[in-house]
C-alpha cells in the first residue's frame, strides 16, 4: 500500500506562484512514474504534469513553460512548481503514482494524494 501526503496548496493572486509538493511512503523502492493532475468544478480530470523515473516529462499544453515538474527519488517526493498562475488554473491538484517497486517486486498499481486546492484569484 502507498500512501501520499501532499501539501504547498493555496489562494494566490494572478501572475504569482506556488510550489506543490507530495511524498509517498510505504516500503517503495522506486517509483515508474509520479504526476500531478487537477480538476476544475464541473470538469474532467486532466493531467497537468508527470515524470517518469528515467526523468522524461510530459505536460498539458496548457501549463508549459510555466509549470515545472521534478522528482527527488531518495525521498520518493515530487514537486510541482507553478509560475504565472492564471485564474483558468484553479482547481484541485492531485498527486498521482503509477507503478512502483519495493523489495517483494514489482507493483502495477496507481495511488491517487488526498488533493490540494489551489485557488488563483485577485
Known amino acids: 500500500q502507498v500512501q501520499l501526503v501532499e501539501s504547498g496548496g493555496g489562494l494566490v493572486q494572478p501572475g504569482g506562484s506556488l510550489r506543490l509538493s507530495c511524498a509517498a511512503s510505504g516500503s517503495i523502492f522506486s517509483i515508474i512514474s509520479m504526476g500531478w493532475y487537477r480538476q476544475a468544478p464541473g470538469k474532467e480530470r486532466e493531467l497537468v504534469a508527470e515524470m517518469t523515473s528515467d526523468n522524461s516529462t510530459k505536460y498539458t499544453d496548457s501549463v508549459k513553460g510555466r509549470f515545472t515538474i521534478s522528482r527527488d527519488n531518495a525521498k520518493n517526493t515530487v514537486y510541482l512548481q507553478m509560475n504565472s498562475l492564471k485564474p483558468e488554473d484553479t482547481a484541485v491538484y492531485y498527486c498521482?503514482?503509477?507503478?512502483?517497486?519495493?523489495?517483494?517486486?514489482?507493483?502495477?498499481?496507481?495511488?491517487w494524494g488526498q488533493g490540494t486546492q489551489v485557488t488563483v484569484s485577485s
Open positions: 498521482n503514482v503509477d507503478r512502483y517497486y519495493t523489495l517483494r517486486g514489482y507493483h502495477p498499481y496507481n495511488f
